[in-house]
């Protein structure tokens, strides 16, 4: 992989662990839109931490985080408020947007390139 596909993994990494975080809350209310959320994003982070480098405890700390949300599933039956969606839209935004400052700072010239590799552009 070019650097900067190793670049864009890890603020990809990084982003998605600051939105497992933000997740947590939900998570403790039993909110099914948040273990949904957290459960794809534990599986998105185990591959971007192969992704970046072949970083397998990492990968296999997230892998085991996914099968204990699966073995939990019916835990997670509330609802969510129908606000909480705006604030999730945010919340991803403000990740991405850090992602792409992570990956900017790392990256230094590169940015440009970086950017597009990370949109798929």
Do not use: Q
């Not at 039993?30 to 397998?56: F, I």
């Not at 949300?69 to 839209?89: C, G, N, T, Y």
């Amino acid at each position: 992989m070019p650097r900067i596909g190793v670049l864009a993994a890890n603020a990809a990494a990084a982003a998605a662990g600051v939105l497992l975080v933000l997740l947590a809350r939900g998570l403790s209310r039993g909110k099914r839109s948040a273990w949904l959320l957290t459960a794809a994003l534990a599986a998105a982070a185990s591959a971007l931490h192969l992704l970046k480098g072949l970083d397998v405890e990492e990968a296999a700390a997230t892998a085991g985080l996914l099968a204990l949300l699966v073995a939990a599933r019916h835990h997670f039956r509330a609802r969510s408020d129908p606000r909480a969606r705006w604030r999730a839209i945010a919340l991803a935004a403000a990740a991405f947007t850090t992602a792409t400052a992570f990956l900017a700072g790392l990256a230094g010239p590169g940015t440009g390139a970086a950017l597009a590799w990370l949109t798929g552009g």
